[in-house]
Structure formats: structure tokens, C-alpha cells
């Protein structure tokens, strides 16, 4: 069993996020006390109560103070069972790393952290409206070592336009240096609703460049690889097999629970989706009402949303499983596909698993929606 907080609040918008928060900390007493009562409203939408991962993200969950974490950890408590060995994740931004801060998420058992660094150049930080400093960066990095949270990963963002790739390379060689177990790096992409959407549609920015992108996704593996970490989804790299253990379960199709505003919950059969609008969240949770849409998975969906996430990651997809769920329709209708996917060298298939190539990797998402149902 995995669960999910989203704490919807951050105290600027970054340019290129198209999450769901709001920069006002106005209401963010009454959301934690919406949380803690969909909490409640949800206890049985999945039947185990076990806990293996518990997952703060948003938004900027290291926002949240210590009344804040006491009410959700007490209410969690109520109603399930969180193991003694569960990853405990939360989502920070390195401004927010105090020594202090770092003191009372380790107080709560908060074991591992996905700090936001992005990038160590000072202005691509400005130009990505980043709050934090490249030292600050470095130091909270250094900090939450020596505070004993040693199971940390920080984020990168590549493609950020440049004249040429070595802003990058420094990046790179930087987030190493820090001797992390995990990074994730996602390439920069314009999504409509946001500032760079807006710039864009406004001729102010330019398109990312995918020559650009994918030379960069090539020193990004080929970096990472080089100083022992291993590449076990498409933007995530790990030291010593400390994956994400959250993560892992959306890529292998687990069971979660989502909680808060924009959250999504999935149990195989359905899949739930929690509005994205704070005040209408709180104020259905304040009628007893989960604030939620429920989506019936079909037989095509279940299939497809298997080839989606599962493609990305090492483990990749099973083809007994694929053809058992489709009654044997996905073998039927992508035999062709198929052979023309690993004929190209997009694909390959090892012991009854589907998976990409390193060259399948830079279009994951095209190579799946490919074989779709």
C-alpha cells in the first residue's frame, strides 16, 4: 500500500510548472485539516493497510510546519499501519532546508528527501523564476547529510537553452560531487498554462530543441553511468539500488491512495481523480463529500497504462501479462509492431519481457502509444 499527499503551495510559481498549488499560505491550515479528513473519507479505498511508502509532494511540502506534520502523521496513524521499514518521502525546495527543518522532518521519521536544485547555474535559476541560490543549493545537499538523512535525491532539469552544453556538463559534474544516491532529471518541456507557455505563444521563447534535448539526455546517461549510478527508468538514476520505492510502484502498477487537491488514486479496477481547486476540495471535504471523479478502467486502458509507465523502467513490460489481461488481443494486434519495433532497434524482448533500448529511450512515450489497444 502506497500513499500520496499533495500539498498544494509554493511561495512563487517556477516558469516551466504546471502542477496544481497556490502561492498564497493563506488556507493552508484549513487544506492539512481537509487532508486529514479525506484521509479518514478514504481509509477503505484500498483493503490493505499496510504502508509501505508515504509520499509528500505538491506544491512545496517543506512549507509545511510542525502542527502541520503532527495532525497528518496522527491521522495516518488512526487508520493505517505504516511499516517500520517505509520510505517516507518529501518533496523540498533547498531554501527551505534549515539545519532546524531538516531536524523536524527527521523527528517525524521523514527518511528520504527529493530536493528541487534544478540547475547549479545561477541564471538558469533565475530564468526557471527559482527561489534558491546555487550555494544553497550545495550546502542544504551538505546539511541534510550531516543531519543523518542520508537517503536523498535532487533534481535536474536539462535542455534549458544555452549556447552550448557546458552550463550542463558543470551541472552534472556538480550533482555528482554532492555524492547523492539518486537523481532525477527531466527535460525541460513548455506546457501551455504556464509563464514559458504564455512567452511562447507570445514569440518571446523559442521551442526546446530536441537535437538540443537529446544530446544533453546523452551526457545526462552517459555522466550518471560513468560514476555508478544506474539508469532504472528513463529520468531517474539510482546508487546501490536506492530506487524510489513510491515511484517504482506507479511504474510496476501497485496499488496508492492519493490525498489532497489534484491527487490521483489507483486500485487496477479505477482510477480516482481529486479536483484541482483548493477552496472547492475544502469545502466538499467539509460536507463529508470526497471531492473526487471516479474513471472505470477498461481492459484497453488497464493495457495501456501498463505499456505507459512500464516501458519506462527497467523491469519493463510482461508479455504474458499484457496478452493474459487483453485476452491474447495485444499479441494479435501487434504483431507486426512489433517485430518493426525491434527490427529498428527500438525494442527487445528478454525472457517474456518487452523492453526499450537504450536508442527506444528517447521516444518512450511515441514507441507505447504505438502498441496501444
Known sequence: M????????????????DFHFSTSLNAKSEIVQAICHEIFLQKDYLQDKNL?????????PSLLEEADFIQIFETISKHFNIKPNAEI?????????????LQLFKKYHINRLSIGIQSFHEPHLRSLNRIHTSQEAETCVKLSQDIGIQNLTIDLIYAIPAENHQIFELDLQKATVLNTNHISAYCLTIEPKTVFGKWLKQGKIQVIDDD??????????????????????ISNFAKNDHYSRHNTSYWKQEEYLGIGPSAHSFNYVSRQYNVSNNTKYVKELQQNIVPAEIEILTIEDQVNEYLLTGLRSKWGCNIHKINTLSNNIFQKKNTVELEKQIREGFLLIESDTLLLTYKGKLFADRIASNLFL
Open 2 to 17: 502506497h500513499l500520496y499527499l499533495h500539498i498544494p503551495f509554493c511561495r512563487q510559481a517556477c516558469h516551466y510548472c
Open 52 to 60: 509501505e511508502t508515504i509520499y509528500f509532494g505538491g506544491g512545496t
Open 212 to 233: 538540443f534535448a537529446a544530446t544533453q539526455f546523452d551526457m545526462l546517461v552517459n555522466h550518471l553511468v560513468q560514476n555508478d549510478f544506474e539508469q532504472y527508468e
Open 89 to 101: 518521502t518529501l518533496e523540498a525546495n533547498p531554501d527551505d532546508l534549515t539545519k532546524e527543518k
